[in-house]
């Protein structure tokens, strides 16, 4: 559908909905909101257009858009910051993009029971910055912390750097505000109530409604759990001639139990190479360190002191450098804009070469990171030979929980855009897949943090989920029966008998 096929009458009710000023046609408009950091295929980003961007500033205005939508049976494509790396804000086919980034009041704060009400169009940055007059801060704590907003964390189900200590996305928020496909609004969340963390009634539809991204509706205001702001971080950073230690010494931080534990990273030797190689935010360490390992702790200073001489005695026993306070705290500081600095790589010659980021993470057991690491780096190497467009950055393994379970598992891939063509990106696509496949080979899940709408790791999506994917074609139907909520991910289309 283009612009024009959007007919006069439909943008005539819109702006009867939404005021004129809040219907957005022009070109620079829509071409922003097509926009996303890793856009796929990236070199034929342009044709995902939607016909029109519209900006409602409140639930209602939501609600008659997708009643109006449905009636006509345009396509609709939540985007809140557009930073997620699976393209779910990137319209397939078209339509009407429904930016919520008007939606960032913060509605209800009460201090009571540790909760606020917010508009899912706020982020944390700006959101921590009126908290912390409270001496609160809401700790979903993604590297996207500047740019992503709250309903794209709850479309995308996300993941938190300090979730091993406070949770994730799904954990924080206790509830929401979700506008359905036919524009009907529910409440989702235990209890009747906005506040409540647990109760046992019914289905828990509020795991439902997030990951989704955006096929299921739009979340438009949301209820979060609060924490008192940390009185003290530590965030020690240490030094491995070798791989292996480094990995045996991240389980044992993992699993030593401490409370104010927040998370625990282990960078491999393709990411410390790349970093002393490539990326400017970095100190670079000598070329006898071979791996790296950060923990966060974060609580009152009493508990986090007594915290950290546990971890550091646990590093040391396992062989690790600590690389001192300045380090430590710039590189943990730098975490949310580590992965904004990178805008080069290098050639299979060692040439500098305009490059941009691209990643794919999984979910990965502990015991499972060093076979996955290798059988992943042999991909990558595989897509070096087959073209010098790409570039091997290496990869972390941060943990998902407090016990050192599991692990997002990334591998960070530089691409030269100019260069890409049809060819050099299937090859990029099949890599994709047999990275997804690894990972479910080794029991994990093709993604932690980002979902997998992308061609390449979506086919391999039935997979892991068997029987429940039926499931999940079913819930689209029942719910969307007119297919307009972002359709063409998640291979949904198969729920109104597209060929699987
Ligand atoms: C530098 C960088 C670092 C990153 N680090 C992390 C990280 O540490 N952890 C992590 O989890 N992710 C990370 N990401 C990925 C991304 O930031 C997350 O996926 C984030 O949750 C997306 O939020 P957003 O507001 O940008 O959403 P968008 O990209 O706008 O949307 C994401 C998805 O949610 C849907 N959606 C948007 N708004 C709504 C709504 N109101 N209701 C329902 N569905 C909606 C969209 O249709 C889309 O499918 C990173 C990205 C970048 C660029």
């Known amino acids: 559908m283009t612009v024009t096929a959007l007919s006069d009458p439909v943008l005539g009710e819109l702006r009867q909905i939404l005021g004129d000023e809040h219907v957005l046609t022009g070109k620079a408009d829509r071409l922003n909101r097509a926009r996303v950091p890793a856009p796929f295929p990236v070199h034929r980003w342009a044709e995902r257009l939607p016909d029109l961007v519209v900006m409602p500033g409140s639930t209602e205005e939501v609600a008659e ?24 804000a990137v319209p397939l086919r078209g339509g009407i993009l429904v930016d919520v980034k008007r939606l960032n009041h913060i509605k209800d704060l009460d201090l009571d029971n540790r909760t606020c009400t917010v508009g899912t169009g706020i982020n944390a940055l700006k959101l ?16 996207s912390y500047p740019c992503s907003l709250v309903g794209g964390r709850i479309g995308t189900s996300g993941w938190s750097l300090i979730g091993s200590r406070y949770g994730h996305t799904r954990d924080l928020v206790l509830s929401f505000d979700h506008v359905l496909p036919s524009g009907q609004v529910i409440h989702v969340g235990d209890g009747i109530g906005r506040k409540i963390t647990k109760s046992s009634s019914g289905y828990q539809l509020k795991h439902l409604f997030m990951g989704h991204q955006g096929t299921l509706g739009i979340a438009t205001e949301a209820t979060l759990k609060l924490f008192p702001k940390p009185e003290a971080e530590f965030s020690p950073f240490w030094a491995f001639s070798d791989y292996a230690d480094a990995y045996r010494c991240v389980g044992l931080l993992a699993r030593a139990g401490v409370a ?3 998370g625990a990273v282990l960078f491999d030797e393709w990411k410390v190479a790349y970093l002393r190689r490539d990326d400017e935010a970095y100190i670079p360490q000598p070329s006898s360190v071979k791996a790296l390992v950060c923990a966060a702790l974060y609580g009152y200073a009493d508990e986090v002191e007594a915290g950290g001489r546990r971890l550091m005695r646990i590093a040391r026993d396992a062989g690790a450098r600590y690389l001192g306070d300045e380090i430590s705290q710039g590189d943990w500081a730098a975490r949310h804009d580590r992965y904004a600095t990178p805008l080069h790589g290098r050639t299979k010659s060692g040439q500098v070469a305009p490059m941009s980021w ?25 897509l070096r030979r087959e073209s010098d467009v790409f570039d091997d950055w290496g990869m972390f393994a941060y943990t998902n ?21 049809d060819r050099t990106w299937a090859a990029w696509v099949r890599a994709k897949r047999d990275l997804a496949a690894v990972a479910l080979a080794h029991g994990g899940s093709i993604s932690a943090c980002h979902g997998s709408c992308r061609e390449g790791e979506v086919d391999l999506v039935p997979q892991e989920l068997g029987g429940g994917f039926e499931v999940m074609l079913q819930i689209k139907r029942a719910l969307d029966p007119h297919n307009i909520m972002n359709p063409g991910k998640y291979l949904l289309d198969q729920a109104y008998g597209a060929p699987s």
């Open 260 to 262: 104010t534990f927040a």
């Open 401 to 421: 929980g407090a016990t050192g379970a599991d692990y997002l598992t990334e591998i960070d891939i530089g691409i030269w855009e100019q260069r890409l063509d």
């Open 358 to 382: 691209h990643c794919e993470d999984a979910s990965i057991n502990y015991t499972n990171l060093p076979s996955v690491r290798l059988a992943w780096h042999e991909i990558a190497d595989r």
């Open 128 to 143: 921590n910055e009126r908290l912390a007059v409270h001496d609160l801060i809401y700790p979903d704590d993604p590297a």
């Open 65 to 88: 858009v997708l009643k109006l939508a449905n009636r006509l049976r345009v396509p609709v494509v939540p985007r809140d910051g557009g930073t997620g790396l699976t393209d779910g």
